[in-house]
């Protein structure tokens, strides 16, 4: 199994500021024929089911705001929220769709310094 | 409105059995691969089952390998989740979600979850 480590497991971030959230994949979610990354992130926020956010580790979902964005490739990568607002607070995962079964990080749960 | 809508979430008995439904509505349902995602109480999201669009390919986690039976009913636009000889640590919200893109995919849809609580 593709094995997916966050970090960090949460932080506090003031409002308006930036927030980084890390993703490591066990190995390479980079298919090479495609130069895709199977990457996808996610918000959840309590008592709700997960929103997807991004996919193939850097496109936006519609309707996303364009505060989020994805970055990475290979086993690396990054969700940033450029300028935290209040409504962001939520856990956050990423999901790697590479390899069976689908697996998803432990999650990292963003709130408000 | 495109949605999906889960239910059949229950309390019940260690080895008990439980039918979980997921019913799709404001998109062709017959052409997405459909998943089971499950959460249990305070962790994060573990994949559980998924079923092709015709139904004729289905994969499970080992967890709950041949305890539970993922299957579908595209002319009643539903998916399915059988759930015998269930266990404690079967105690989860389980999600239905939507494959955007085949086997491997990302979950574009969610449904917003039935609760299963194991324990006697």
């Known amino acids: 199994d593709i094995v997916m480590t966050q970090s960090p497991d949460s932080l506090a971030v003031s409002l308006g500021e930036r927030a980084t959230i890390n993703c490591k994949s066990s190995q390479s979610v980079l298919y090479s024929s495609s130069n895709k990354n199977y990457l996808a992130w996610y918000q959840q926020k309590p008592g709700q089911p997960p929103k997807l956010l991004i996919y193939w580790a850097s496109t936006r979902e519609s309707g996303v705001p364009d505060r989020f964005s994805g970055s990475g490739s290979g086993t690396d990568f990054t969700l940033t929220i450029s300028s935290l607002q209040a409504e962001d607070v939520a856990v956050y995962y990423c999901q790697q769709y590479y390899g069976t079964p689908l697996t998803f990080g432990g999650g990292t749960k963003v709130d408000i310094k | 409105e495109v949605q999906l809508v889960e239910s059949g979430g229950d309390l019940v008995q260690p080895g008990g059995s439980l039918r979980l439904s997921c019913v799709a509505s404001g998109f062709t349902f017959s052409n997405y691969w459909m998943h089971w995602v499950r959460q249990a109480p305070g962790k994060g999201l573990v994949c559980v089952s998924r079923?092709?669009?015709?139904?004729?390919?289905?994969r499970y986690a080992d967890s709950v390998k041949g305890r539970f039976t993922i299957s579908r009913d595209n002319a009643k636009n539903t998916l399915y989740l059988q759930m015998n000889s269930l266990r404690a640590e079967d105690t989860a919200i389980y999600f239905c979600?939507?494959?955007?893109?085949?086997?491997?995919?990302?979950?574009?849809?969610w449904g917003q979850g039935t609760l299963v609580t194991v324990s006697s």
């Open positions: 079923i092709s669009s015709d139904g004729s390919s289905t």
């Open positions: 979600a939507r494959g955007i893109y085949g086997s491997y995919s990302w979950f574009d849809l």
